[in-house]
C-alpha cells in the first residue's frame, strides 16, 4: 500500500516584516496564497527511513533526515510511538530554494500521507501542531487556499477570495537562502526603527473581491530589497515582466522566484512568453490561485 498527497506551491502577496526578534526569528503579517505548481510525495511502508526525488532540480533537494519530509514521519511517528519507517518518494515540481515554499509543501504532504497510511487518527489541529515545529510555512501548505500567517506565518486565519488570480513565476539560475536574506534583512535595517508588521486593508479588500489590478496596488514585500541586494539580477526580471504588462512584479517570499500578476490566463501566457524570451530567467511558469492544500490524491 502506498499514499500519494499532492500539495501546492504558495506566493506572498504580502510579507510585512518586523525587526529581529531574541529567539532569532522575525514577527510577520503574511499575506499567503496557493497557486496551481504541485509536487506530489508518495510515502510507502519499508525497512527503513529514507527518501527519493526526482523532478526539475532534484539534485538540490537533501535526501536525508534533514528533509522537511523525512522530519515530518519522524515527528508524527515519535507522538505515536511508531517506527518511521517509509519510503518517502516526492516528485518536485514546485522550484527549489525559490521561495515559493517548496520543502515547507513536501513536509505537509509527507505529514498527511504518513498519517493516512499509518491510521493515526490525528486531527486537523495536531497536524497543524507538527506542521508549526517543522517550519514557519509548513501550516500553510496543509491548508492552502489564502491566509494571513501572523507570529512566524504559522498562525493562520483563512482569508476569504472573491475569484481565481493568474500568475506568472519565473525561476532564477540559482537559489537563495531563506537564513541568508533574512540576514540581509537585518543588515539592511540596522539603525532603523522597524514598524510592527500588519496586514493591509486594501490588500485583504482586493483578494475578498477578486479585484486583480487592486491587488496589484497593494502587494508588497519586505525581503525584496534584501532579495535584491543578494542576487542584483532580479531586478533585470522584475523590470522584464512589467515591460511586458504584468499589473505587478516582486519577489516572491525570500526569493529568488519572481512572480507577476496579471488580468486573466491570456495576459499570463503573454507575460509567459515575454519573459521566456527575455534571457532573465532560468524557465517560466504560469499558474492561478488559489488552489486547494495539501489533498490525498
Known amino acids: 500500500m502506498s499514499v500519494t498527497v499532492r500539495v501546492p506551491a504558495?506566493?506572498?502577496?504580502?510579507?510585512?516584516?518586523?525587526?529581529?526578534r531574541p529567539d532569532g526569528f522575525h514577527d510577520l503579517a503574511n499575506v499567503f496564497l496557493a497557486v496551481g505548481l504541485y509536487d506530489e510525495v508518495t510515502v510507502t511502508p519499508s525497512d527503513e527511513l529514507r527518501v527519493t526525488c526526482e523532478g526539475p532540480d532534484a539534485a538540490q533537494v537533501p535526501l536525508d533526515r534533514t528533509n522537511l519530509a523525512a522530519r515530518a514521519a519522524i515527528a508524527l511517528a515519535g507522538r505515536r510511538g511508531l517506527d518511521a519507517a517509509v519510503h518517502i518518494h516526492i516528485a518536485k515540481d514546485i522550484p527549489v530554494a525559490g521561495g515559493m515554499a517548496g520543502g515547507s509543501a513536501d513536509g505537509a504532504g509527507a505529514l498527511l500521507a504518513c498519517?493516512?497510511?499509518w491510521g493515526t487518527g490525528a486531527s486537523r489541529?495536531?497536524?497543524?501542531?507538527?506542521?508549526?515545529?517543522?517550519?514557519s510555512d509548513v501550516p500553510f501548505s496543509l491548508v492552502g487556499g489564502a491566509a494571513l500567517g501572523?507570529?512566524?506565518g504559522e498562525r493562520l486565519t483563512a482569508l476569504e477570495v472573491g475569484g481565481t488570480f493568474h500568475w506568472v513565476f519565473?525561476?532564477?539560475?540559482r537559489g537563495l537562502s531563506t537564513p541568508a536574506v533574512f540576514r540581509e534583512f537585518d543588515r539592511l535595517a540596522e539603525g532603523r526603527d522597524i514598524p510592527e508588521p500588519v496586514a493591509s486593508a486594501d490588500l485583504l479588500a482586493a483578494l475578498a473581491k477578486g479585484d486583480p489590478e487592486a491587488l496589484a496596488a497593494a502587494v508588497t514585500n519586505d525581503l525584496q530589497p534584501a532579495a535584491l541586494s543578494l542576487f542584483p539580477e532580479l531586478a533585470d526580471t522584475l523590470a522584464a515582466g512589467r515591460g511586458a504588462g504584468a499589473l505587478a512584479a516582486l519577489?516572491?517570499?525570500s526569493g529568488p522566484t519572481t512572480a507577476?500578476?496579471?488580468?486573466?490566463?491570456?495576459?499570463a501566457e503573454k507575460v509567459a512568453q515575454a519573459l521566456g524570451a527575455s534571457g532573465?530567467?532560468?524557465t517560466v511558469r504560469t499558474a492561478a490561485g488559489p488552489t486547494a492544500g495539501a489533498t490525498v490524491v
Do not use: H, P, W, Y
Open 280 to 282: 532573465t530567467c532560468r
Open 170 to 173: 519565473a525561476m532564477a539560475a
Open 10 to 20: 504558495k506566493v506572498n502577496v504580502q510579507l510585512a516584516v518586523g525587526a529581529a
Open 260 to 267: 507577476f500578476l496579471t488580468r486573466d490566463a491570456e495576459s
Open 115 to 117: 498519517d493516512t497510511l
Open 125 to 135: 489541529e495536531e497536524l497543524l501542531e507538527i506542521c508549526a515545529e517543522l517550519g
Open 150 to 152: 501572523v507570529g512566524r
Open 251 to 253: 519577489v516572491s517570499g
